[in-house]
Protein backbone atom coordinates (compact mmCIF):
# COMPACT_ATOMS: atom_id res chain seq x y z
CA UNK A 1 0.00 0.00 0.00
CA UNK A 2 1.17 3.36 0.41
CA UNK A 3 3.12 3.55 -3.54
CA UNK A 4 1.63 5.58 -5.85
CA UNK A 5 0.10 3.71 -7.97
CA UNK A 6 1.27 6.71 -11.12
CA UNK A 7 4.82 5.34 -10.44
CA UNK A 8 4.29 1.70 -12.52
CA UNK A 9 4.81 1.20 -15.78
CA UNK A 10 2.98 3.04 -18.72
CA UNK A 11 2.07 1.66 -21.46
CA UNK A 12 3.51 3.36 -24.38
CA UNK A 13 1.92 5.37 -27.19
CA UNK A 14 1.20 2.98 -29.44
CA UNK A 15 0.07 0.63 -27.03
CA UNK A 16 -2.53 3.22 -26.32
CA UNK A 17 -3.19 4.07 -30.53
CA UNK A 18 -3.53 -0.23 -30.50
CA UNK A 19 -6.23 0.26 -27.52
CA UNK A 20 -8.25 2.59 -29.27
CA UNK A 21 -8.18 1.05 -32.33
CA UNK A 22 -9.27 -2.40 -30.73
CA UNK A 23 -11.97 -0.26 -28.75
CA UNK A 24 -13.47 1.09 -32.10
CA UNK A 25 -13.27 -2.06 -33.56
CA UNK A 26 -14.85 -3.84 -30.51
CA UNK A 27 -18.02 -0.65 -30.14
CA UNK A 28 -18.59 -1.48 -34.27
CA UNK A 29 -18.98 -5.05 -32.95
CA UNK A 30 -21.33 -4.48 -30.71
CA UNK A 31 -23.12 -2.28 -32.78
CA UNK A 32 -23.66 -5.48 -35.52
CA UNK A 33 -24.30 -7.35 -32.53
CA UNK A 34 -27.31 -4.88 -31.69
CA UNK A 35 -28.63 -5.34 -35.08
CA UNK A 36 -29.78 -8.77 -34.66
CA UNK A 37 -30.95 -8.32 -30.63
CA UNK A 38 -34.09 -6.63 -29.69
CA UNK A 39 -32.93 -4.09 -27.63
CA UNK A 40 -31.01 -2.21 -29.87
CA UNK A 41 -28.26 -0.25 -28.79
CA UNK A 42 -26.52 1.85 -31.24
CA UNK A 43 -22.90 3.15 -30.46
CA UNK A 44 -22.21 5.61 -33.19
CA UNK A 45 -26.21 7.11 -32.62
CA UNK A 46 -26.24 7.42 -28.63
CA UNK A 47 -22.90 9.77 -29.15
CA UNK A 48 -20.26 7.53 -28.08
CA UNK A 49 -16.97 8.83 -30.11
CA UNK A 50 -13.78 7.62 -29.12
CA UNK A 51 -11.19 9.90 -28.68
CA UNK A 52 -8.53 8.06 -30.89
CA UNK A 53 -6.12 10.90 -31.79
CA UNK A 54 -4.40 11.71 -28.46
CA UNK A 55 -2.84 9.33 -26.11
CA UNK A 56 -4.93 8.94 -23.31
CA UNK A 57 -4.30 9.56 -19.87
CA UNK A 58 -6.36 7.03 -18.32
CA UNK A 59 -6.44 3.28 -18.23
CA UNK A 60 -10.03 2.81 -18.77
CA UNK A 61 -11.26 3.82 -22.73
CA UNK A 62 -11.72 7.88 -22.99
CA UNK A 63 -15.12 9.03 -24.53
CA UNK A 64 -14.50 11.76 -27.26
CA UNK A 65 -18.07 13.02 -26.07
CA UNK A 66 -19.20 11.89 -22.59
CA UNK A 67 -22.43 10.38 -21.68
CA UNK A 68 -24.72 12.45 -19.08
CA UNK A 69 -25.51 10.87 -16.13
CA UNK A 70 -28.85 10.01 -16.77
CA UNK A 71 -31.84 11.04 -14.63
CA UNK A 72 -32.57 7.98 -13.35
CA UNK A 73 -35.66 7.35 -9.85
CA UNK A 74 -35.44 3.86 -9.05
CA UNK A 75 -35.65 2.09 -5.69
CA UNK A 76 -32.59 1.62 -3.36
CA UNK A 77 -31.61 -1.34 -1.45
CA UNK A 78 -33.18 0.02 1.80
CA UNK A 79 -36.37 0.18 -0.32
CA UNK A 80 -36.66 3.89 -0.81
CA UNK A 81 -37.12 5.90 -3.60
CA UNK A 82 -33.41 7.00 -5.40
CA UNK A 83 -32.18 9.76 -7.47
CA UNK A 84 -28.91 9.00 -9.24
CA UNK A 85 -28.43 12.62 -10.23
CA UNK A 86 -29.45 14.01 -6.24
CA UNK A 87 -28.16 10.99 -4.78
CA UNK A 88 -24.37 11.05 -6.46
CA UNK A 89 -24.32 14.65 -6.65
CA UNK A 90 -20.41 15.43 -6.24
CA UNK A 91 -18.95 11.71 -6.17
CA UNK A 92 -17.06 10.18 -8.79
CA UNK A 93 -20.24 7.62 -9.47
CA UNK A 94 -18.66 4.20 -11.55
CA UNK A 95 -22.29 3.22 -12.32
CA UNK A 96 -22.19 -0.67 -13.65
CA UNK A 97 -25.49 -2.92 -14.82
CA UNK A 98 -25.56 -6.86 -14.00
CA UNK A 99 -27.71 -8.96 -11.37
CA UNK A 100 -26.84 -11.07 -8.41
CA UNK A 101 -27.81 -14.44 -9.69
CA UNK A 102 -25.40 -14.08 -12.10
CA UNK A 103 -21.99 -16.45 -11.21
CA UNK A 104 -19.04 -15.00 -13.44
CA UNK A 105 -18.69 -11.50 -14.53
CA UNK A 106 -20.80 -9.53 -11.86
CA UNK A 107 -19.43 -10.76 -8.76
CA UNK A 108 -15.70 -10.69 -10.17
CA UNK A 109 -16.75 -7.05 -11.57
CA UNK A 110 -17.85 -6.30 -8.01
CA UNK A 111 -14.80 -8.19 -5.94
CA UNK A 112 -12.45 -6.08 -8.44
CA UNK A 113 -14.17 -2.76 -7.88
CA UNK A 114 -14.67 -3.61 -4.07
CA UNK A 115 -10.89 -4.28 -4.07
CA UNK A 116 -10.04 -1.09 -5.74
CA UNK A 117 -11.91 0.65 -3.36
CA UNK A 118 -10.75 -0.72 -0.45
CA UNK A 119 -7.28 -0.07 -1.74
CA UNK A 120 -7.70 4.08 -2.09
CA UNK A 121 -6.89 6.12 0.56
CA UNK A 122 -9.49 6.78 2.61
CA UNK A 123 -10.12 10.44 1.42
CA UNK A 124 -10.48 9.66 -1.87
CA UNK A 125 -12.87 6.42 -1.01
CA UNK A 126 -15.30 8.80 0.73
CA UNK A 127 -15.21 10.46 -2.53
CA UNK A 128 -16.25 7.38 -4.72
CA UNK A 129 -19.48 5.80 -5.54
CA UNK A 130 -20.32 2.66 -6.98
CA UNK A 131 -23.87 2.12 -8.09
CA UNK A 132 -24.90 -1.37 -8.86
CA UNK A 133 -28.05 -1.23 -11.15
CA UNK A 134 -30.20 -4.76 -11.43
CA UNK A 135 -30.84 -6.09 -14.97
CA UNK A 136 -32.90 -8.85 -13.18
CA UNK A 137 -35.20 -6.54 -10.84
CA UNK A 138 -37.94 -8.95 -10.34
CA UNK A 139 -35.28 -11.75 -8.46
CA UNK A 140 -33.26 -8.77 -7.30
CA UNK A 141 -35.52 -7.24 -4.52
CA UNK A 142 -34.48 -4.10 -2.11
CA UNK A 143 -33.25 -6.90 0.72
CA UNK A 144 -31.60 -9.31 -1.84
CA UNK A 145 -29.74 -6.55 -3.34
CA UNK A 146 -28.68 -5.15 0.30
CA UNK A 147 -27.32 -8.87 1.18
CA UNK A 148 -25.68 -9.58 -1.71
CA UNK A 149 -23.59 -5.95 -2.29
CA UNK A 150 -23.43 -5.79 1.56
CA UNK A 151 -20.82 -8.55 1.30
CA UNK A 152 -18.55 -6.25 -1.31
CA UNK A 153 -19.19 -3.20 0.46
CA UNK A 154 -21.93 -1.96 2.27
CA UNK A 155 -21.71 1.68 0.74
CA UNK A 156 -22.13 0.65 -2.77
CA UNK A 157 -25.64 1.36 -3.74
CA UNK A 158 -27.99 -1.30 -5.01
CA UNK A 159 -30.99 0.04 -7.35
CA UNK A 160 -34.37 -1.60 -8.57
CA UNK A 161 -37.42 -1.39 -10.00
CA UNK A 162 -39.18 -1.65 -13.44
CA UNK A 163 -36.92 -3.09 -16.35
CA UNK A 164 -37.91 -0.66 -18.50
CA UNK A 165 -36.70 2.52 -16.69
CA UNK A 166 -33.63 0.70 -15.94
CA UNK A 167 -33.09 -0.85 -19.89
CA UNK A 168 -34.01 2.92 -21.16
CA UNK A 169 -31.02 4.52 -19.03
CA UNK A 170 -28.86 1.54 -19.55
CA UNK A 171 -29.66 2.09 -23.45
CA UNK A 172 -28.60 6.30 -22.85
CA UNK A 173 -25.41 5.04 -21.67
CA UNK A 174 -24.58 2.29 -24.68
CA UNK A 175 -24.97 -0.73 -22.49
CA UNK A 176 -27.32 -3.31 -23.96
CA UNK A 177 -28.87 -5.44 -21.58
CA UNK A 178 -32.15 -7.54 -21.88
CA UNK A 179 -34.27 -9.47 -19.26
CA UNK A 180 -32.85 -13.15 -18.61
CA UNK A 181 -34.48 -15.37 -21.28
CA UNK A 182 -35.36 -18.98 -19.90
CA UNK A 183 -34.68 -21.55 -22.50
CA UNK A 184 -36.66 -24.60 -23.78
CA UNK A 185 -34.11 -27.02 -22.28
CA UNK A 186 -34.34 -25.20 -19.28
CA UNK A 187 -30.71 -22.98 -19.16
CA UNK A 188 -30.88 -19.57 -19.76
CA UNK A 189 -29.29 -17.04 -21.55
CA UNK A 190 -28.04 -13.93 -20.30
CA UNK A 191 -26.79 -10.62 -22.05
CA UNK A 192 -25.78 -7.39 -20.10
CA UNK A 193 -23.18 -4.85 -21.04
CA UNK A 194 -20.44 -5.48 -18.63
CA UNK A 195 -18.94 -2.13 -18.88
CA UNK A 196 -18.78 0.29 -15.76
CA UNK A 197 -18.67 3.68 -16.48
CA UNK A 198 -17.14 6.24 -14.70
CA UNK A 199 -18.72 9.90 -13.81
CA UNK A 200 -17.17 12.82 -12.72
CA UNK A 201 -18.36 15.09 -10.09
CA UNK A 202 -19.24 17.12 -12.95
CA UNK A 203 -21.73 14.04 -13.96
CA UNK A 204 -19.30 13.52 -17.04
CA UNK A 205 -19.53 10.40 -18.02
CA UNK A 206 -15.78 10.14 -19.49
CA UNK A 207 -14.69 6.77 -19.40
CA UNK A 208 -15.68 3.14 -19.93
CA UNK A 209 -14.02 0.07 -18.03
CA UNK A 210 -15.02 -3.35 -19.98
CA UNK A 211 -14.83 -6.28 -17.82
CA UNK A 212 -11.69 -7.13 -17.09
CA UNK A 213 -10.34 -4.38 -16.21
CA UNK A 214 -8.04 -4.73 -13.51
CA UNK A 215 -8.25 -3.60 -9.84
CA UNK A 216 -4.79 -1.72 -10.75
CA UNK A 217 -5.99 0.09 -13.37
CA UNK A 218 -8.92 1.24 -11.53
CA UNK A 219 -6.69 2.61 -8.62
CA UNK A 220 -4.94 4.01 -11.23
CA UNK A 221 -7.27 6.15 -12.96
CA UNK A 222 -9.61 7.52 -10.01
CA UNK A 223 -7.03 9.38 -8.44
CA UNK A 224 -6.93 11.32 -11.82
CA UNK A 225 -10.71 11.89 -12.39
CA UNK A 226 -11.17 12.91 -8.38
CA UNK A 227 -8.56 15.59 -10.07
CA UNK A 228 -10.50 16.77 -12.45
CA UNK A 229 -8.33 15.47 -15.14
CA UNK A 230 -10.21 14.53 -18.20
CA UNK A 231 -6.86 14.67 -20.50
CA UNK B 1 -4.37 -20.00 6.72
CA UNK B 2 -5.99 -18.04 3.90
CA UNK B 3 -3.96 -15.65 2.09
CA UNK B 4 -5.58 -14.06 -0.21
CA UNK B 5 -4.19 -11.97 -2.69
CA UNK B 6 -5.25 -8.88 -4.06
CA UNK B 7 -3.17 -6.43 -5.63
CA UNK B 8 -3.22 -3.19 -3.57
CA UNK B 9 -2.32 -0.16 -5.49
CA UNK B 10 0.97 -0.77 -6.41
CA UNK B 11 3.05 -2.00 -4.43
CA UNK B 12 3.11 -4.50 -7.15
CA UNK B 13 5.95 -3.61 -9.31
CA UNK B 14 6.36 -3.90 -12.48
CA UNK B 15 3.01 -5.58 -13.86
CA UNK B 16 2.46 -7.04 -17.55
CA UNK B 17 -0.02 -4.18 -18.77
CA UNK B 18 -1.37 -6.71 -21.55
CA UNK B 19 -4.12 -6.08 -22.32
CA UNK B 20 -6.78 -4.18 -22.33
CA UNK B 21 -6.58 -3.90 -25.97
CA UNK B 22 -6.08 -7.23 -26.94
CA UNK B 23 -8.36 -8.48 -24.56
CA UNK B 24 -10.59 -5.78 -26.83
CA UNK B 25 -9.76 -6.86 -30.57
CA UNK B 26 -10.46 -10.25 -28.84
CA UNK B 27 -13.58 -9.39 -27.80
CA UNK B 28 -14.49 -8.12 -31.12
CA UNK B 29 -13.47 -11.60 -32.73
CA UNK B 30 -15.61 -13.17 -30.57
CA UNK B 31 -18.57 -11.12 -31.45
CA UNK B 32 -18.61 -11.90 -34.86
CA UNK B 33 -18.60 -15.68 -34.38
CA UNK B 34 -21.12 -15.75 -31.87
CA UNK B 35 -23.27 -12.66 -32.17
CA UNK B 36 -26.92 -14.32 -32.84
CA UNK B 37 -26.06 -17.76 -31.44
CA UNK B 38 -27.64 -18.27 -28.36
CA UNK B 39 -25.96 -21.58 -27.67
CA UNK B 40 -21.96 -21.37 -26.92
CA UNK B 41 -20.60 -23.44 -30.03
CA UNK B 42 -19.02 -26.40 -28.02
CA UNK B 43 -15.64 -28.05 -28.55
CA UNK B 44 -14.50 -26.24 -32.07
CA UNK B 45 -13.77 -22.80 -30.75
CA UNK B 46 -9.97 -21.69 -30.38
CA UNK B 47 -10.64 -20.20 -27.57
CA UNK B 48 -11.15 -23.61 -25.91
CA UNK B 49 -7.33 -23.78 -26.83
CA UNK B 50 -6.42 -20.69 -24.66
CA UNK B 51 -3.61 -21.49 -23.06
CA UNK B 52 -3.56 -20.31 -19.53
CA UNK B 53 -1.08 -20.04 -17.02
CA UNK B 54 -1.30 -21.95 -13.67
CA UNK B 55 -2.78 -19.00 -11.60
CA UNK B 56 -1.86 -21.02 -8.67
CA UNK B 57 1.68 -20.08 -9.12
CA UNK B 58 0.98 -16.70 -8.60
CA UNK B 59 -1.34 -16.47 -5.75
CA UNK B 60 -0.84 -17.65 -2.36
CA UNK B 61 -4.42 -18.43 -2.17
CA UNK B 62 -5.54 -22.21 -1.53
CA UNK B 63 -6.03 -23.78 -4.95
CA UNK B 64 -6.90 -27.47 -5.93
CA UNK B 65 -5.85 -30.28 -8.31
CA UNK B 66 -5.89 -33.75 -9.28
CA UNK B 67 -5.41 -35.90 -11.59
CA UNK B 68 -6.73 -38.88 -14.05
CA UNK B 69 -4.58 -40.58 -16.66
CA UNK B 70 -3.13 -37.79 -18.93
CA UNK B 71 -6.17 -35.39 -17.29
CA UNK B 72 -4.65 -33.10 -14.88
CA UNK B 73 -6.97 -30.53 -12.91
CA UNK B 74 -5.13 -27.32 -11.22
CA UNK B 75 -5.73 -24.33 -9.98
CA UNK B 76 -9.22 -24.83 -8.79
CA UNK B 77 -10.94 -22.51 -6.94
CA UNK B 78 -14.77 -21.45 -5.66
CA UNK B 79 -14.75 -17.74 -5.02
CA UNK B 80 -17.03 -17.84 -2.13
CA UNK B 81 -20.45 -16.40 -3.56
CA UNK B 82 -22.43 -13.62 -2.41
CA UNK B 83 -25.42 -15.08 -3.58
CA UNK B 84 -26.89 -17.65 -1.79
CA UNK B 85 -28.11 -19.47 -5.42
CA UNK B 86 -25.10 -19.67 -7.83
CA UNK B 87 -21.60 -19.79 -7.63
CA UNK B 88 -18.65 -20.39 -10.30
CA UNK B 89 -15.73 -22.54 -10.00
CA UNK B 90 -12.57 -21.74 -11.97
CA UNK B 91 -9.89 -24.17 -12.80
CA UNK B 92 -7.45 -25.02 -15.79
CA UNK B 93 -7.52 -29.01 -17.73
CA UNK B 94 -4.82 -29.87 -19.46
CA UNK B 95 -4.39 -33.44 -21.92
CA UNK B 96 -0.89 -34.38 -21.68
CA UNK B 97 -1.83 -37.25 -23.66
CA UNK B 98 -1.81 -37.99 -27.68
CA UNK B 99 -5.05 -37.60 -28.20
CA UNK B 100 -8.11 -35.10 -27.53
CA UNK B 101 -10.73 -35.77 -24.92
CA UNK B 102 -13.81 -33.87 -23.74
CA UNK B 103 -15.87 -32.52 -20.70
CA UNK B 104 -18.76 -33.73 -20.40
CA UNK B 105 -20.19 -32.83 -17.38
CA UNK B 106 -19.71 -32.02 -13.71
CA UNK B 107 -21.16 -32.78 -10.42
CA UNK B 108 -20.71 -31.91 -6.81
CA UNK B 109 -20.60 -32.94 -3.02
CA UNK B 110 -22.78 -30.82 -1.35
CA UNK B 111 -24.93 -31.25 -4.01
CA UNK B 112 -26.22 -28.66 -6.32
CA UNK B 113 -27.05 -28.37 -10.27
CA UNK B 114 -24.14 -28.16 -11.70
CA UNK B 115 -23.42 -26.85 -15.07
CA UNK B 116 -20.35 -25.98 -18.23
CA UNK B 117 -21.27 -22.65 -18.40
CA UNK B 118 -19.68 -20.01 -21.54
CA UNK B 119 -19.56 -16.09 -21.02
CA UNK B 120 -18.87 -14.53 -24.58
CA UNK B 121 -17.69 -11.42 -24.51
CA UNK B 122 -18.73 -9.36 -27.17
CA UNK B 123 -17.64 -5.58 -27.74
CA UNK B 124 -18.88 -5.12 -23.79
CA UNK B 125 -21.82 -7.26 -24.17
CA UNK B 126 -21.61 -10.19 -22.10
CA UNK B 127 -23.82 -13.51 -22.66
CA UNK B 128 -24.02 -16.38 -20.79
CA UNK B 129 -24.85 -19.47 -22.26
CA UNK B 130 -25.32 -23.41 -20.90
CA UNK B 131 -22.48 -25.56 -23.14
CA UNK B 132 -24.02 -28.13 -24.87
CA UNK B 133 -21.98 -31.13 -26.32
CA UNK B 134 -18.97 -30.62 -23.92
CA UNK B 135 -15.85 -28.84 -23.94
CA UNK B 136 -12.66 -30.56 -26.29
CA UNK B 137 -9.51 -30.81 -24.77
CA UNK B 138 -6.61 -30.83 -27.18
CA UNK B 139 -3.96 -33.14 -27.52
CA UNK B 140 -1.30 -31.67 -25.79
CA UNK B 141 -3.22 -28.85 -24.79
CA UNK B 142 -5.38 -26.70 -21.76
CA UNK B 143 -8.73 -25.76 -21.83
CA UNK B 144 -9.15 -22.78 -18.51
CA UNK B 145 -11.87 -21.85 -16.72
CA UNK B 146 -11.22 -18.22 -15.53
CA UNK B 147 -13.15 -15.39 -14.84
CA UNK B 148 -15.36 -13.96 -18.24
CA UNK B 149 -14.92 -17.30 -20.19
CA UNK B 150 -15.45 -20.65 -19.13
CA UNK B 151 -17.04 -21.88 -15.65
CA UNK B 152 -18.55 -24.81 -13.67
CA UNK B 153 -21.69 -23.24 -12.32
CA UNK B 154 -22.96 -24.88 -8.99
CA UNK B 155 -26.63 -23.38 -8.66
CA UNK B 156 -28.29 -24.08 -5.23
CA UNK B 157 -26.39 -25.59 -3.54
CA UNK B 158 -27.93 -27.81 -0.74
CA UNK B 159 -25.62 -25.89 2.16
CA UNK B 160 -24.08 -22.35 1.87
CA UNK B 161 -20.53 -22.43 0.53
CA UNK B 162 -18.13 -20.31 2.79
CA UNK B 163 -14.53 -19.36 2.71
CA UNK B 164 -12.33 -22.13 3.89
CA UNK B 165 -14.72 -25.22 2.85
CA UNK B 166 -14.36 -27.07 0.09
CA UNK B 167 -16.79 -28.86 -2.26
CA UNK B 168 -16.51 -31.97 -3.74
CA UNK B 169 -16.28 -31.68 -8.04
CA UNK B 170 -16.40 -34.73 -9.98
CA UNK B 171 -15.60 -33.86 -13.65
CA UNK B 172 -16.53 -36.33 -16.41
CA UNK B 173 -14.61 -36.90 -19.86
CA UNK B 174 -15.31 -38.93 -22.65
CA UNK B 175 -11.99 -41.20 -22.35
CA UNK B 176 -10.25 -40.46 -18.78
CA UNK B 177 -14.13 -41.39 -16.72
CA UNK B 178 -14.50 -39.33 -13.73
CA UNK B 179 -11.70 -37.26 -11.94
CA UNK B 180 -12.75 -35.69 -8.37
CA UNK B 181 -10.96 -33.29 -6.49
CA UNK B 182 -11.63 -31.12 -3.53
CA UNK B 183 -11.96 -27.28 -4.51
CA UNK B 184 -11.05 -24.85 -1.79
CA UNK B 185 -13.71 -21.64 -1.42
CA UNK B 186 -11.77 -18.94 -1.26
CA UNK B 187 -12.54 -15.61 -0.06
CA UNK B 188 -15.35 -13.29 -1.49
CA UNK B 189 -13.53 -11.11 -3.37
CA UNK B 190 -10.62 -13.68 -4.63
CA UNK B 191 -12.48 -13.11 -8.20
CA UNK B 192 -11.44 -9.88 -8.10
CA UNK B 193 -9.34 -9.13 -11.50
CA UNK B 194 -5.78 -8.04 -10.86
CA UNK B 195 -2.59 -7.61 -13.30
CA UNK B 196 -1.88 -11.70 -12.68
CA UNK B 197 -4.76 -12.74 -13.48
CA UNK B 198 -5.77 -15.43 -16.27
CA UNK B 199 -8.45 -13.47 -18.03
CA UNK B 200 -5.66 -11.58 -19.25
CA UNK B 201 -3.87 -14.20 -20.19
CA UNK B 202 -6.64 -15.78 -21.64
CA UNK B 203 -7.70 -12.98 -24.08
CA UNK B 204 -4.45 -11.92 -24.69
CA UNK B 205 -3.94 -16.05 -26.50
CA UNK B 206 -7.16 -15.21 -27.74
CA UNK B 207 -5.87 -12.37 -29.59
CA UNK B 208 -2.89 -14.20 -30.57
CA UNK B 209 -4.45 -17.15 -32.20
CA UNK B 210 -4.49 -17.44 -35.93
CA UNK B 211 -7.36 -18.55 -37.69
CA UNK B 212 -10.01 -18.32 -34.99
Redo the contacts between chains.
Keep these: ?????Q?????TRR?RR??C???A?????????AA??SATTDAASSGLVLDSTSSSLF?G?QLGKPYTKPDLTLTDSDGATFNLLKGTTGKLTLVYFGY??????C??T???L??AV???PAAQAARVQVVFVSTDPTRDTPAVLK???G??NPSFIGLTGSFATIQKAATSLG??IEAP?K?A?G?????????VIAFDAKDRGYI?Y????????F?HDIPLILAGRDA | MFHVH??????????A?R???????A??LL??AC??S?AASPASGAQAVAAARASASASPSPRGSASSGPIRITGAYL?Q???P????VYFTVADTGDQSDTLLSATSVPAAQV?L?S?V??????????VAGGLSIPAHGQLAFT??GY?V??TDPAVPLEQGGTVQLTLTFRRAGKVTLDVPITS????????S?A??DD?TSMAGMPGM
Excluded at chain 1, 1 to 5: I, L
Excluded at chain 1, 100 to 105: F, L, N, R, S
Design positions: MGSSPRRTRPAALAAALALMMTGTLCSDITHCPDVPTMATASRALAWLQYIDVQDGYTVTHGAEVTAGTTVDQT | FSLPAGAAVRRGLGAGLSAAGAACSPPASDVAAAMESSGGAESMTVTGHMLLLSDAVTGDTSA
